[in-house]
Every structure is written in C-alpha cells, then in structure tokens.
Nanobody, 115 residues
C-alpha cells in the first residue's frame, strides 16, 4: 500500500501562483507514474499533469504553459507548480500514483482562484 498526502492548497487571486505537494509514504516501485488530477463541482475528475519514473511529462491542454509538474524521488514526492491561475482552475486537486498495476489516490487539496 501507498499513502499519498497532499498539501499546499488554498485561496489565490487570478493571475497568482501556487505550489501543491504530494508526499508518498514510501518509494513508488518499478516503472511508475505520479500525477495530479482535479475535480471541480459538478464535473468529472480530469488529468492535470503526470510524470513517469523515466521523466516523461504530460499535461492537459488547459494548463500547458502555466503549470509544471516535478518529482523528487529522494523525497518520494511530486509537486505541481501553478502559475497564471484562472478561476476555472478552482477544484479539488488529487495526487495519484500508478505502481505495478495498482492506482493510489490522495485525499485531495482544495485550490480556489478568485476573480
């Protein structure tokens, strides 16, 4: 089992920046993926960004050029650096890890962008 704990969410004005973090309880094994999803009220959960153990990154079109995902394997952590935030980025952001055929989720952290 892997526990994922997010932190760093909060309230920010439009155009501002925020960094959210996710710490895993242990190293993610094998060829794996860590990423961020988000879910806004009344909407489905969607992929925001992901990074593989090999360093390949993938972003949703809506955040390309504004968000950057990074991971620190020594700290079993993944981060999402969010710039030029928009009100439509408001959502609960969930950390996600894929390991050896299993998927793990964090409890989520709220990001609210005011206009």
């Amino acid at each position: 089992q892997v526990q994922l704990v997010e932190s760093g969410g909060g309230l920010v004005q439009a155009g501002g920046s925020l960094r959210i973090s996710c710490a895993a309880s242990r190293a993610i094994l094998g060829t794996n993926v860590m990423g961020w999803y988000r879910q806004a009220p009344g909407k489905q959960r969607e992929l925001v960004a992901a990074v593989t153990s090999g360093g390949t990154m993938n972003y949703a079109d809506s955040v390309k050029g504004r968000f950057t995902i990074s991971r620190d394997n020594a700290k079993n952590s993944v981060y999402l650096h969010m710039n030029s935030l928009k009100p439509e980025d408001t959502a609960v952001y969930y950390c996600n890890a894929y390991e050896l055929g299993r998927i793990y989720w964090g409890q989520g952290t709220q990001v609210t962008v005011s206009s």
